[in-house]
Each structure stands twice: as C-alpha cells, then as structure tokens.
C-alpha cells in the first residue's frame, strides 16, 4: 500500500531534550517537505527537499533541522525543543512540488 | 505573497443536505487540491485540480485558473463527512504549496 509514514504518532517531550520525528514514504517519491498546523495559523511549510542531499527552508525553519540522505526517508530533528514549537507536525511527498501532494497521518507534539 | 481564502469558515447542516465550498486565490498557481481533515487530524486527499472538473461519489470539485476559484461540491451529505475542508494550492511564482484557513463543516444526524 502507497503511504507515507510517520513515527511516533504522540509525542510529550521537555524542554531541550532533543527528539526526532522519522518520515518514509514508499512511493518513490523525490519530493518531500514537512508542514506544522497551528490554531489560527493554518498549515505553514518547515523544510522541503527537492531530492536526495537537497533540502531547502520553508516558511518556519527556525528550530528545526532535517536532513536527506535517502530518497524514501525525510527525518524532522528538533535539537532542542520549545514550549512553541507544541504542534502537529505532517510529513509529506510527490513526485514534485507540482504533483499531487501525499500525507502522513500527522505527529502530536507537545513540549512541557 | 499568493493568498488563499476559503469561505465559508463554518458551515452545520442536516445530513442529507447539499453544500458548496468556495476557494478563492490571488494569484496564477500550478495545481489545486482539496483535503479533507477528519476528527483525528489526519489530511485525506479529496481531489488534484488545477482546472476543470471532477467526480468521486456524493463529492466533485471544480476549477476555474483563469478566474482563480475552485469549488468543492458535497450532495447528500452524511455525518462522516464533518471536518475540516482545505484548499491548497501550489504558486507558479515560488512553487510552494499555501492552504487555505479552511471551512469546518458539522453534520448533523
């Protein structure tokens, strides 16, 4: 089945304690970006990547860190995590930024 | 940069009832889609429309680029079908995708 998965679903964390979201998709996709949706802010673009070992900023990058090393898995690293950055995070991938967009299933973060 | 305005922001109906959703944007973009959020937050994709019109069930959507709308049709509506509704486009000028705020739609039985 064609997905995009993302671990851990929920998560509650403290602040500074560094922690990684995974992000894999099974669809041979090059494109791929990461998204949080806030109340009142709607979905705002993190990072994306236009293909292996090229990552770009989005719209919120302060905070985050991502990397590509390979095509089917685009990890969200937060080293060190703050009571705002409290939000539900989406993984997603396409065969390009002008193709049909796919979602992950979404990761609750919450930062105490 | 582009801006996209969904109306109406909030929308209750009786199950059964039809509805129309409207998707507004500023500037010329690449494509169009339509998400449904469910309850527990997950993005379903509904339809991928840069133009034209299509079909899947009780739902169809239809795009017109060059006056910049899209419309999202719901008939017969079900309780099921409660969430919220998002557009999002792709801008032809920074190829990124922008929601919309969304409208949260409420069935009731």
């Known amino acids: 089945e064609a997905q995009v998965t993302q671990n851990p679903r929920y998560l509650i964390t403290v602040t500074g304690k560094k922690l990684t979201v995974t992000c894999s998709q099974n669809?041979?996709?090059?494109?791929m970006s990461w998204y949080r949706q806030d109340p009142g802010l709607g979905l705002r673009q993190i990072y994306y990547?236009?293909?292996?070992?090229?990552?770009d900023k989005g719209d919120v990058p302060e905070g985050y860190k991502v990397s590509r090393k390979e095509k089917r898995n685009f990890p969200l690293i937060l080293e060190s995590p703050s009571p705002n950055q409290t939000s539900l995070y989406f993984c997603?991938?396409?065969?390009?930024?002008?193709?049909?967009?796919?979602f992950g299933a979404g990761t609750r973060l919450s930062v105490l | 940069g582009i801006q996209v305005e969904q109306s109406p922001p909030d929308l209750i109906l009786q199950e059964g009832a039809n509805s129309t959703l409207r998707c507004n944007f500023s500037d010329s973009v690449n494509n169009l889609q339509w998400f449904h959020q469910n309850p527990w937050g997950q993005l379903i994709n509904l339809f991928y429309?840069?133009?034209g019109t299509k079909q899947n069930g009780r739902l169809s959507a239809t795009t017109v680029a060059t006056e910049r709308y899209s419309l999202l049709y719901i008939s017969s509506s079900q309780t099921t079908d409660s969430g919220v509704y998002f557009c999002a486009v792709t801008s032809s000028n920074t190829g990124k995708l922008i929601f919309g705020q969304g409208t949260t739609l409420q069935v009731k039985p």
């Open positions: 990547s236009m293909n292996v070992e090229v990552t």
């Open positions: 997603a991938s396409s065969f390009g930024q002008y193709y049909v967009q796919y």
């Open positions: 429309i840069p133009s």
């Open positions: 669809m041979n996709h090059e494109y």
